[in-house]
């Protein structure tokens, strides 16, 4: 769950980047430029961070302000969980990313799994949308919501990606080392228990 001060900051951002897209005079403009201003301050003043590298990944964006997407693949094989090794931290992870601009959700997912792991897969399922802030990850700078979609393998074979070091699968009880912004234990235990019932619905939130 996020710090109160981290989900202020965000909000502040928020508002400051919707008014700066809609807003045609000067003064209301100089005023939503503070507010950004202000919630980059926040976050450096608590973090270790410099404003510079805030403003650059946090408060960059123009446009009406909305949550970035990240899809992951739920690949399953012989009572099992596809899992990529992150070439950045050494940690697993279900195959996946931020959703690119012209692809579906599932597309992303098929496209991923090629990318990192090798395998050629058909989406099956929607398995859950979830909002980051309500799940056991570490507090992030954007407001994220996961999108997990069970996939099923047609082809392809092991292989290692340009971010990933490793591919393999796991049981439910034998997980590795997880690379926790990206999945947490909960998740993975529910992607297991989606897969074993195909009558579940998707969980959201």
């Keep these: ?10 909000q502040l951002q928020s508002i400051a980047q919707s008014g700066l897209a809609y807003s045609t005079d000067e003064f209301d403009i100089e005023r939503f430029k503070l507010i950004r201003n202000i919630s980059v301050e926040m976050i450096a003043e608590k973090s270790d961070i410099s404003e510079e590298k805030v403003s650059e990944i946090f408060a960059s964006e123009t446009g009406y302000a909305t949550p970035k997407v990240d899809v992951r693949s739920v690949v399953f094989n012989d009572n099992q969980i596809l899992m990529v090794k992150e070439k ?3 940690y697993w992870s279900l195959p996946g990313g931020w959703a690119d601009i012209g692809l579906t959700a599932s597309e992303v997912a098929v496209q991923e799994v090629k990318e990192e792991a090798g395998f050629d897969v058909v989406p099956k399922k929607l398995l859950a949308v979830l909002d980051m802030k309500c799940h056991s990850h570490p507090p992030s700078l ?3 919501y996961k999108i997990f979609i069970q996939c099923e393998i047609v082809g392809g074979e092991p292989t290692k990606g340009m971010e990933t070091s490793a591919v393999e699968f796991f049981d439910e009880h034998r997980l590795p080392p997880l690379s926790i912004s990206r999945n947490t234990e909960p998740q993975i235990k529910m992607s297991f228990k989606k897969w074993r019932d195909a009558n579940e619905d998707a969980d959201f939130d």
């Design 1 to 10: 769950m996020e710090h109160k001060w981290l989900e202020w900051a965000k």
């Design 88 to 90: 950045k931290n050494g």
């Design 142 to 144: 954007h407001h994220i």
